[in-house]
């Protein structure tokens, strides 16, 4: 019966009987039944399907260090020429996934080629903080130092 009234609806909003021609039509959306996806478990928050994200290809990336430099001195680099980064030698270096910071982890070598070891991951919290509209901006300020200076 529902669907008789809403092609009575649409019957009543065609062209020809609606004085209002220009204006575009408006229905209520229909979505299929998901079988499932976002069924509540105790705790109250929405199961996970890790499963549907596992075949991803997402980029890991590994920082051996950052510098800022001006057009200019950007211009006039060379073959030979060394740029200083700001991290110091040894210190363990940013491994990256799309661009957001996971691990930290040090340089080895697996036959010929580099590899990194992981030494510590970041915190999950710290990595879903890193996903939010501050994000940048949190990433360009280095963190506070503890003490209260």
Request: hydrophobic letters at 40%.
């Amino acid at each position: 019966m529902m669907a008789d009234d809403e092609a009575e609806e649409v019957a009543d909003d065609s062209p020809d009987s609606n004085p209002n021609q220009g204006e575009d039509q408006v229905a209520p959306a229909e979505f299929p039944d998901l079988g499932g996806a976002g069924e509540v478990v105790s705790g109250g928050s929405a199961k996970p399907n890790l499963d549907l994200i596992r075949d991803i290809q997402v980029t890991l990336t590994v920082e051996l260090g950052r510098t800022d430099m001006v057009i200019e001195e950007v211009m006039g680099l060379t073959p030979g020429k060394v740029v200083e980064l700001d991290k110091l030698a040894g210190e363990p270096l940013d491994v990256l996934v799309n661009g957001k910071l996971l691990a930290k982890g040090e340089v080895v070598v697996v036959d010929e080629n580099f590899g990194i070891r992981i030494t510590s991951i970041v915190d999950p919290r710290a990595r879903v903080q890193a996903l939010g509209p501050d994000a940048e901006a949190a990433e360009a300020e280095p963190p506070a130092e503890a003490g209260g200076q």
